[in-house]
């Protein structure tokens, strides 16, 4: 059921400053450090990391672009200990190096999506934390549709089947705005468990997505093209939009 339209723009409105905010949050990096850290963030569900840890097989942050996902990283390196995190570079070869020296500022070691796999799984045999954006488009020989909102949607299933193979614990977190204390939350869910099924267990991972975006709606940046790809006879729903 489509929303009211001042729904609609206020959710619009919120996404547009919550973009801003994160990008506040990211021009401080090179000032953040140990000491001030939790002036911008704090945790809630730090327990959540610290049994997934004693699992002994790595542990996999299933995170979205909600909130300030740059700085959920950055700040669990600073207030915990270092992870890795899944990249894309930048199409802007010198933004994109300013980016990445910003992004491993607080010790996070950064791994590019293209060779993504075998970093991985190093990391995950150490026993390290590995961070994967799971709500980006893929192509169906990347991935399987599921429901997303109701409406198909290609999710990939690389993150699944890593997880399924090494064992590793699969944690959704996020850092989300909190209005009343003007500062982020970096919140760890409870661990997911898999069934070995790559359909229902990327299905499972979506339908957790959606229950965070639907609670913190102005928090996801719904500019991407999140519906891009299509079942083979559906027709697209950016039609008439610009590029595809």
């Not at 959606?210 to 928090?219: A, F, S």
């Not at 790809?229 to 950016?238: D, K, V």
Request: aromatic share 12%.
């Amino acid at each position: 059921m489509a929303l009211p339209d001042a729904d609609a723009r206020g959710i619009t409105d919120g996404v547009y400053r919550s973009l801003a905010r994160m990008l506040v949050a990211f021009s401080r990096f090179p000032d953040l450090n140990k000491n001030n850290i939790h002036e911008l963030i704090r945790y809630d569900g730090f327990d959540h990391f610290l049994e997934a840890k004693r699992r002994g097989k790595g542990v996999l942050f299933a995170t979205a672009h909600m909130g300030a996902w740059e700085l959920s990283a950055f700040a669990h390196a600073l207030m915990a200990q270092p992870m890795h995190v899944v990249v894309r570079p930048l199409d802007n070869h010198r933004i994109d190096a300013e980016v990445e020296r910003l992004r491993a500022w607080s010790g996070n070691a950064l791994i590019e999506k293209k060779d993504a796999a075998r970093a991985i799984f190093r990391a995950l045999q150490k026993n390290d934390a590995v961070g994967v954006l799971i709500d980006q488009n893929v192509t169906p020989t990347e991935g399987v549709f599921v429901d997303f909102f109701g409406v198909p949607s290609c999710a990939g299933t690389a993150f699944v089947r890593i997880a399924q193979r090494t064992g590793a614990a699969v944690i959704p977190g996020y850092a989300l705005w909190s209005s009343e204390e003007k500062r982020y939350i970096l919140r760890f869910y409870p661990t997911l468990e898999f069934t070995g099924d790559i359909q229902t267990d990327t299905q499972l991972l979506h339908s957790h997505l959606e229950g965070v975006i639907r609670e913190y709606p102005d928090q996801w940046l719904w500019l991407h093209r999140r519906w891009k790809t299509r079942p083979e006879g559906f027709a697209s729903l950016y039609r008439g939009l610009g590029r595809s």
